[in-house]
């Protein structure tokens, strides 16, 4: 058996895990005991969930990418992505959640059979201050650099510390729209940032919003003008989660958003702020693009690129008991 048939192995025992909701279908493969005992916990945690719904996993699907290997002390080490599709049942309704899912393994023979002796993920969902790369791994080749963004600012809201005097209201269809548009995919307009998910969730909402709250202050506003002359132009509240979440209730939001206490009481084009450690920092936002036949909120999300994902997040590697969640619900005027 090659290395490459252990990587379609593995893959097809984790389909089988999904369903089963159990690690052990993995175990001839995986020679790596910590990620057995996360992906066991993980996955007790996801059929936990599933049968609190009333959802009953029908098929996993999943589609395997190649992104990079090198040899390494004997072995491969291959990056991959996974692009996975978990179809569920609730009542009649069918669901569909999609994820690509980054990894990178670490392949031994031994005795003249490959098997995963290490195995972590490539991204992470907790955000890092701009710039950091605690938990990332970056790819073996660094890709090209894009040309500068072009610059997404409406001018007729520029103030100096006012709010906009016109607020134009909040198209849901069309924030929605773009999250399943770029989904799985950068929107090339933009910079990409290591640790995507607010970058994406702004885009959204600016896409409902068409306008921006400019201030030309890092800390101040809500506003995106891409990259001149080797500087980055984007206030926090565009791209780091807990900014965000501060902006988008504040007394001065262009969103004039609510928190509001139940998931349930969200719309999709509604965003959700995780906090995972409870510690009153957020680290992750999604919008939420969809309802399931419950009523409760799905979301699209960057970083674990998701589209239609169960809002509570609880198969995430980064979800612990302490998680606390912010919903807040956008102003349509």
Not at 4 to 24: D, F, M, S
Not at 56 to 75: D, H, I, M, N
Not at 87 to 111: C, F, M, S, W
Not at 221 to 231: L, V
Request: with cysteine.
């Amino acid at each position: 058996m090659s290395w490459k048939t252990a990587l379609y192995h593995y893959v097809y025992a984790k389909n089988q895990a999904e369903l089963e909701g159990r690690a052990e279908p993995m175990a001839p493969y995986v020679a790596d005991a910590g990620f057995l005992r996360d992906q066991q916990q993980r996955l007790a945690r996801l059929a936990d969930s599933l049968r609190e719904r009333g959802a009953r996993p029908l098929r996993c699907e999943t589609k395997l990418r190649l992104a990079g290997v090198k040899e390494s002390g004997g072995g491969i080490v291959a990056d991959i992505e996974l692009r996975r599709s978990l179809l569920y049942r609730i009542g009649t309704v069918e669901h569909t959640e999609e994820r690509a899912e980054p990894e990178r393994l670490t392949l031994r023979e031994e005795d003249g059979r490959w098997r995963i002796r290490g195995l972590e993920s490539r991204l992470s969902e907790r955000q890092t201050p701009p710039g950091g790369r605690a938990g990332i791994f970056p790819p073996f080749a660094e890709p090209a650099l894009r040309s500068p963004s072009l610059p997404y600012i409406n001018y007729s809201i520029l103030n100096t510390g006012e709010p906009p005097s016109r607020n134009p209201g909040y198209n849901r269809a069309k924030a929605v729209a773009y999250a399943e548009r770029w989904w799985n995919s950068a929107n090339p307009a933009y910079l990409t940032f290591e640790v995507d998910c607010t970058n994406y969730v702004s885009q959204c909402l600016f896409a409902g919003k068409g306008a921006m709250d400019y201030t030309g202050k890092r800390e101040a506003g809500w506003w995106y003008a891409g990259k001149q002359g080797g500087q980055e132009l984007w206030s926090y509240s565009w791209a780091v989660a807990h900014s965000l979440q501060a902006y988008a209730v504040g007394r001065r939001s262009i969103f004039h958003g609510e928190a509001v206490e139940r998931p349930e009481m969200l719309v999709p084009g509604d965003i959700i702020s995780y906090d995972w450690d409870g510690d009153g920092r957020y680290q992750h936002n999604a919008i939420v693009t969809a309802l399931d036949a419950g009523g409760m909120p799905l979301v699209n999300a960057h970083t674990y690129n998701s589209r239609a994902r169960y809002w509570e997040y609880r198969d995430s590697p980064a979800w612990t008991e302490r998680t606390r969640y912010a919903f807040v619900r956008i102003a349509d005027e």
